[in-house]
């Protein structure tokens, strides 16, 4: 009976182990020219954060508008900023990519749909929120208020939400009404093992 092939190659990769160890190597013993290198105490990866960084990151954005920095933004000025820091990834439109889609009204009564900004999203400052903290993706956190207030003013815009002259900032954006606002229940319990 001839041995299986997955067996004759395991055992003779076993064997070209052992052979290149060297004569003088044992089982279980490390010869000086395989032994791992000593660990660093650090690794040193990433740079250290300054608390500027660390202050663009740190929002919290309420459905009321709560936590909205000062600043304002137009469609116009926003048509500008989507051009150059947004249209790379989500089309320059916004209704391109089937995943990465902003612009779009259409209902999504049946799963899975494409969400957008303009049939899902239930509060517009999530925009604000949202963007701050993961837009563009290539470098988050560094559009200033305007620039963001701006953007989303354009593609809340797009969506058929606002008027083309609006202009959105700390009073105008969680005035903005969205479509999906009541497809969506507040968790609102005080106790994490209470279900519903």
Request: glycine fraction near 8%.
């Amino acid at each position: 009976m001839r041995p299986r092939p997955q067996v004759a190659f395991g055992s003779l990769l076993v064997l070209v182990t052992f052979a290149a160890c060297g004569a003088a190597d044992r089982p279980g013993e490390a010869s000086a020219a395989v032994a791992a290198p000593a660990l660093p105490e650090r690794f040193g990866l990433g740079t250290p954060v300054d608390e500027a960084r660390i202050a663009a990151w740190d929002v919290d954005i309420r459905p009321d508008g709560t936590g909205l920095p000062p600043g304002s933004g137009s469609v116009e000025d926003g048509a500008a900023v989507y051009l150059l820091r947004c249209a790379a990834c989500h089309g320059p439109t916004g209704t391109e990519g089937p995943n990465n889609r902003l612009v779009g009204t259409e209902a999504w009564e049946d799963f899975p749909a494409t969400r957008t900004v303009g049939n899902y999203w239930p509060f517009a400052t999530t925009l604000y929120d949202y963007i701050v903290r993961a837009m563009p993706q290539d470098s988050p956190g560094t559009l200033s208020a305007d620039e963001t207030y701006a953007v989303i003013a354009w593609i809340l815009h797009r969506n058929e939400l606002i008027g083309a002259d609006a202009v959105m900032d700390a009073s105008t954006l969680p005035a903005v009404e969205m479509p999906a606002r009541d497809r969506f229940v507040v968790d609102d319990r005080l106790e994490s093992n209470v279900v519903r």
